[in-house]
Every structure is written in C-alpha cells, then in structure tokens.
C-alpha cells in the first residue's frame, strides 16, 4: 500500500539489497580473516624453517673453525719438520 508516493517496506525496515550488502561484506570479511590466517600459518612455518637452517649454518661455521685450526696446526707442524 502507498501513502503519498512512500511504500510500508522502505518505511518499516532496511530492503533486501541493504541486507544482502551486508551480509556479501560479512562473508568477504570472514573470507579475508581465514586468508590472513592461512597467511600467518604460513610465515610461522617458514620463520621455523629459517631457524632450522640458521641453527645448521651455525654448526657448520662452527666446524669450519674447527677445521680450519686443525689444517693450521698441521701446517705449522710440517714447517717445523723442515
């Protein structure tokens, strides 16, 4: 029913395009947080992978050091045998 060219739907409450807006933006938003979440999932396995990596660098570096003094120690003892 019309009353001077206004309808009861706009009068009483939101349309339907307002609430499928709203709910399309909540549906995006939900989809954006589990985007965000698989993304930080993702960083944490990589920041763990970097620190497994950086932890072997460490050993390695640590037993070139060792090697190294070792291959000084010989090369100074076949100087002295000369």
Known sequence: MAFN?????AAWGE???ETQDIVKD???????LQEITA??????????R???????VDKLT???A???VYIDNL?????KRK
């Open 5 to 9: 060219g206004f309808y009861e739907s």
């Open 15 to 17: 349309s339907e395009t």
């Open 26 to 32: 909540a549906i995006r938003k939900e989809q954006v």
């Open 39 to 48: 993304a930080q999932d993702d960083l944490r396995a990589l920041l763990t």
């Open 50 to 56: 970097v620190h497994s990596v950086q932890a072997d």
């Open 62 to 64: 640590s037993e070139n």
């Open 66 to 68: 060792t090697l190294q």
């Open 75 to 79: 090369t100074m003892q076949m100087a």
